[in-house]
Every structure is written in C-alpha cells, then in structure tokens.
C-alpha cells in the first residue's frame, strides 16, 4: 500500500504536468478533457463549402479545447434528425435550422441572444428575414449563419437565337419567351415535387407577385382564396403547357441542376450552384458547342414582375442550441469562433455568392470584386426575400403549411388538370384547419 | 465419487464431513425439482421474449396510442385531447387521399404479387438447367435494402433521364417523354410496379414451399383422368396451396398497407399528394411538421383496417383447415 509521501509526490507531480501542459497550450483548456461538441448540418449544394468547414474543425478543437466535429446529411433529413434529437433528449448539440424552424421547434432551443446580438452589431446588423426566421418572442434561438438566394439561371445564347437580349421584365413576356423555346425543345424547367427548397422559393415568390398571400397581416385569418391568387393559378396552367418541362411535377431540388447541365433547360429558378458547379467542373459540363457551359449561363436577379410586383422567398440558415446539450456552454463559444471575421471570411468566400452572409457587412467583403458577373447578383439578396406566411408572422403555422406543401400542391393540382377555382378552394380548406382550426 | 453417506451409521466425524455433501444432494434436488416445475419453467423461458415485445412492441404501441389521444408536438408537453386528433385527419382531404392512395396501391400490389408470384413458383417447381442459380437470383429484389432499389428505379422513371423513356423513343415507340412519375395516377402505379417487383419474390419461394408438399402422384393421378394443365392446378394444386397463400396474403397486406420507404424515396408523396400513403403522411404531418399526437393518430388510422383483413383472412383459414 503507497504511503502518504508516494500520495503527496503523485499530486506534486500531476500539478506540475498540469502546470507545463497549460504553458505549452498558451491558456487553460477551458472544457473538461474528451469533451465533445457535435453539430450536424446538410450537405451543401456547395461541396467546397462542407469541405472548408472541415478543415476549420481541428483549428476550433485546438481553440475551444474540446473536439468539434461536422456531420453533414441530407437537407431533407434535418427535420427527421431534429424531432428525434429532441424527443429522445439526445443527439448533436448544434444543429442547422432552415427557414423559420426554430419557431416550430422553440421550446427545446437555448437562447442564445448574448451570442447573435453581438454578432449582429458588430457586422453591420442582421437581414430582416431573420428576425422572422431566428426571433422567438424577442430571444434569439439560432444565430444567423447565411442565406442562399436564388435567381433564374438562364442560357444567354439560347435566348439570343429567338432575338431575346435581356431577361423578360414580365410573366406575360417570359411566357412568350418560353413558349418559342419549348418549340425548340429546350422549355423552362421549374420543381413543383415535394422537396424542402426549389418548390416553395418559387410558389411563394410567383403567389406574391399575382397579390396573392395565404393569410392576413394579423396571421390569424386565410386569405388565400383571393382575385390575386385566381389568376396566378391560371397563369400557372398556360404557362406550364406552353413553356415548362410538365416532368417538373416529380423533381426534387436536384433535378433541374442535373437537367440544366445537361442542355435540356433554357431557364430555371435555382440558388447559384447551377453556375458555380459548371464554373468548377468546366471540363465536364460543356454546351453543345463543346464550350464550358457557365461561359452561357447568365442570372436574372427575381423572376419576371406580375401584376403586384417582383417578390422572392430566399433561404435563411442559422444555428441553435439544443437545450438538452450537456455543453451548452461550449456550443456558444464555437458559434462565437465560427462568426469571427477571419473563420467566417473563408466560409463565406467558397460559397461565391451561393450563400451570402446573415448580416449586412458582408456585401462589403472583397470577394464580390473577384466574382464572376452572374453571381454579382445575390449580393444584396438576403434584403429582398419575403418569409412564410407574409404578411401575417413567420409563425409555427406558417412552417405547418410549408411542410403540408400546400401553396406547392395548390399550383401543382391546377397544372395536372384541376379547375383553377377548385385549386383554390382546396388550399383555403387545408390552410383553414392550419391557421384557424 | 465415493457416495458420502454410503457408509451408514458411524463416527461423529464421519457425519461431519457428511453433512455438506448431503446439504448439497439436497440442493441439487430442490434445483431438480425446480427445473422439472413446468411453470416455472415456462415463465423462465418466456420472460426474455416478454420483456423484449414489451420494450420493443408493446411500450411503443401505447405511447403511440397515447399519443395520438394527446396534443403532443415536438419539444412540446402532451395534454390528453380525446379522439380530436382522428376527427381532425378524417376531415382533411390529404388523408383521404392517402388512406384511398393506401387501399388502392395494397390491393393492385397484392394482386399482382400473388398473380406474378404463382407463375414464377410454378415455372420454378419444375425441373430444368440451371434451376438453383434462377432461384437464388429470384431472391435479389428481396434481399437488396429497398432504398436502394427504388433509388435505381427513380432513375428509371426519372423525368429527364428515363432510361425507359429513351428506350421506347429510340424504338420509335413514343414521340413524347411518358410522365411516369410526374403524372399522378402514372406515379401510383409506377409505385404498384416497383413494390410488385420488389415483393413478388416473397410470393414466389413461399408458395415454391407450398408446391413441393404436393405429392406429385396426386398430379399423376390428374393426367391419368385426363385433365390439362389449367385443370390440374385449379383442381389439385390450388386447393392445396390454399392455406400457404392466405398466409403470404395476410403478411403482403400487412407490409404493404404500411409502406413507407418506397414512395418517400420515389416520389416523397407527389405530384400533389397523388402518391401519399398513411404511412408517409403520418411521417409528414407527426416528423417534419411536429405534430407527433397528428402523426400518431393517423397511422393508427391503419390499425383497424389491418386488424379487419387479418381477422377475416385468419378465420377463412381456420375454416380451410377444418374442412
């Protein structure tokens, strides 16, 4: 058995080996050894921009003290992930939210406000969108980490060749444009599936852009049911016969990027990885000329104008904490090492404009000079975006019809054949057992 | 082993060194008796079965009823509601689509199945080159994960890409590109096909079980009467096969009716819901939107329909054996 002198020599010689550890760190490790923080995130439409999060995650484990992993899935099973991390009590301790979920999800979300609103003020403070997306009751649940705009992406040489130089400034125009390129078997390709991005950013932004809203500024009455919507239903129905690819009914958010690529779209409504992807791979993707294929693609900043205006519903991402985290602690430190200008610069600079930045200083960032001209134009596009359930709150309501996909399949039910009117009256029934049931 | 208490009366030592040895011939026998109690017996086999429905069946089942009577969403407390949560699905029309979406599919599927199924047990009952290797290969739809069959043949179907598209068009077959999945009522049986293609298989070997118990001599017997093929399995093998099929029928509904995997990855429930299943609008409504008590209470919409096919199918059953 040791006797109390071996004790008191092990003890001296721990402290020491603590002492020296401490010196050769530079600080103190602030969590305790082994610690863990896992944050699960989707796979970006950006590889590169997964990748860079991947290499900054040993550089956070050394500055935090503790091991950071990523773990990136499908963007159509984050949700899936989020209600069995929460119900079950476990699972990562950060996790991507999209749209306006931490309003569906608020309850089981730390607030994190003394991590966002430094954030925010010190880069020139948040897009609007987020306090819809990320503001539960006045407290931060996630903080703001960027937003994928989108724009039509569209084949400059295609359009010139039926005498088109510049974007249609109208649906009525677009629709001719479409219906002459139809003819000539490259149509306009738009997602009308069931899948969490490509879908609702267009039904939405077409929607507003007809007058149309699924409720009142108060977000407690449907107001779907309007003159406005009516004719955006039947617009809808022309302009799919005689402009769109009618296989857009089954796509997911991939397909059009794949069809797009592949020559057999003039024009889609897509986030910019369309052109950074063909940019990247230029020696695969190639027009029918053999020619890399981005030198064809330009961008149309919004979609053509209606008879209410020009609207767009872009994607906001952020991050929150999960309340049953054990390292809650932690998890903020990271989110404020991850939103440092120098770790968040490069992020941001992979992206090229495919997401751009949740606060206003980064329409400054130097990257914007390097840029290609198509990307110039999500510059600004987290000022221009609407959020569910406009005018009314982004509420858990509004997040309810997003995921029934009941604005979607309202265009979706009228374009395979329903009467326009009974579209309608079949979204006001199911958006009545949301808002008002 | 020398017998410890084989030497009958003795020393005051002798019953010392006895005594253990008899306390442990005692033990052994109580043990003995204990093994032989069939009750006991039969609670010591059965508990780790019990415990493992109840952890694994059971428990979920009641939390999935309770559930359903509750106002459960994610992150959310559960308040009792009664049946609020059944009106509630029976007056929304996506869950009437779904629940004729799930009646029509299961029926043409099991149809189709058990059709296919029996064609491909006859022809694989009987004797010819390479018999084992056709069989074994008549297993890959069944053993592949489903997910990543139906990946494959959303590719298939795949709007733009359609490898069958491009097939029949080359052939000069079609002009225009069929709307396999982007058409609704295309999609739900371009769902049938692949679930037909996918469980056909199961019919197949356990029906190929069910023929090989028929005496051969019965057939014999058959042709020696007179009758033709179509006579001989109408009157000999399909009665005999009887049993074995409402079996593999009642199990084919059962899975098909709660389908899930096949149409979330082939058709995520559009265009516009025309291929939704209870089972992935109870994911849609209690997993992406949060609404668990929702979610819950329309899959177990499924419960008693189930309940009613196999309660039917079991009684037939029962009637064919006692006949």
Redesign the interface.
Known sequence: MANQGDRMQRRTFLKAAGVAGIVAAGRAPAFAQGTKLHIVRWVDFIPEADVELKRQAPEASKALGAEVTFEFINANDLQPRITAAIQSGSGADIIQMLWNWPQLYANALVDVSDVAEPIGKAQGGYYDVFNASAKVGGKWLAVPHGCGGNAVAYRRSWFNEIGVKEFPKTWDEYREVGKKLKAKGKPIGQALGHSFGDPPVFSYAFLWDFGGAEVDASGKKVAINSKGTLESVKFLQAFWKDACDEGGLAWDDTNNNRAFHAGELSATLNGASIYIVAKRQKDKIKDEKGEPLFQDIEHAALMPKGPAGQFALYLPFQHSVMKYSKNQKLAKDFLKWLHQDANYGKWFEVNEGYSVGAAKKWEDHPMWARVDKPLQVFRQAARLTRAFGHPGPASAKATESYTKYVIVDMYAKAVQGMKAEDAVKWAEGELKKIYEG | MKNPIAGGAGSAARVEVALPHSGAVRRRRALERLLENERLLAFALLTPTVVLLGAFIAYPFVMGVWFSLSSIS???PAEFVGLKNFV?AW????FRTAFWNTTFYTFWATIFKLALGMWLAIILNRHFRGKRLVRASMLLPFIIPTVLSTFAWRWM?????SVLNWTLYTAGMIVT?L??????DW?LWCAIVVNTWRGMPFFAITLLAGLQTINTDLHEAASLDGANGWKRFWHVTWPLLKPVTVVVVVFSIIQTFSDFQLIYVL????????THLLATYA??????????GEGAAISLFMLPVLFLVVWVQLRYLRRLEGA
């Open positions: 994610v992150g959310n509630k007056n929304d029309s996506i179907f795949d709007p733009t890409f590109k709307p396999f999945l982007s058409n609704g999609a058709t995520g429930g559009g265009p516009a819901n025309s994911y849609q409504i209690g997993v992406a939107t949060g609404l668990l």
